[in-house]
């Protein structure tokens, strides 16, 4: 097979890799924000429910996160396609890395800003969204970029749960070929191409965040 045909095969799983990437990603955000700011400010249930969800979740191999989700979640009864279970297992350990970027940025705004805010009476939540995050959004935007291009990364262990992503797709051509070099090299390739692509998001969207709060810093 000439090299170019190769190309074609594994551009259709880079799409895959991608779709999960991106989806996987929305996912850990959300739950790293729900967890990051349940373990400061909620309510101990929520707190210990939120701690126990970090640990495991980081406290275990992703791979063996995804085993027990495609394997051993449907003899409990749920079960979902191999795509939703890829999104889910990296939705879930990412979110536990990105709850203790925000615990940890949420923490490092100085306790002079809450106590400002309980003398002018401001609510909790008004004091979350109005002075505290914006003050800790700037802080979690570099390990966020981080956790995203190391999710990227990690979406090549859904391979292992059949689901046929840019790895799943080398892997096929490699047995069929015995072709190594040309087929991981184009691998690698798409694999920085989509990096590249994902830093250069990250990058515009800390610049947006740093505009943002040196916007709401300027006098009216």
């Not at 051993?72 to 191999?82: C, D």
Request: hydrophobic letters at 55%; charged letters at 15%; glycine letters at 6%.
């Amino acid at each position: 097979m000439p090299f170019a045909e190769y190309l074609q095969p594994l551009l259709r799983g880079a799409e895959i890799t991608a779709e999960i990437a991106a989806a996987s990603m929305v996912l850990g955000a959300i739950l790293a924000f729900a967890a990051g700011l349940a373990r400061t400010s909620a309510p101990w249930p929520f707190r210990a429910a939120a701690v126990c969800y970090v640990e495991i979740f980081r406290g275990t191999s992703l791979l063996v996160q995804l085993f027990w989700l495609f394997y051993a979640l449907p003899l409990l009864g749920v079960s979902f396609t191999p795509i939703v279970t890829g999104i889910l297992g990296l939705g879930l350990n990412i979110g536990a890395y990105g709850a203790e970027v925000v615990r940890g940025a949420v923490l490092a705004v100085p306790r002079d800003q809450h106590e400002a805010a309980r003398a002018l009476n401001l609510p909790p939540a008004r004091t979350l969204r109005r002075i505290v995050l914006p003050q800790a959004l700037p802080e979690m935007m570099p390990p966020f970029g981080n956790l995203a291009i190391q999710n990227l990364k990690d979406t090549a262990l859904v391979s292992m749960i059949t689901i046929g992503d840019l790895t799943f797709r080398a892997q096929q051509l490699r047995n069929i070929t015995l072709d190594s070099i040309p087929i991981y090299t184009l691998t690698l390739l798409l694999y920085f191409a989509m990096a590249l692509a994902l830093m250069a998001l990250m990058r515009r969207l800390e610049r947006l965040v740093a505009h943002d709060r040196v916007a709401r810093r300027a006098p009216a």
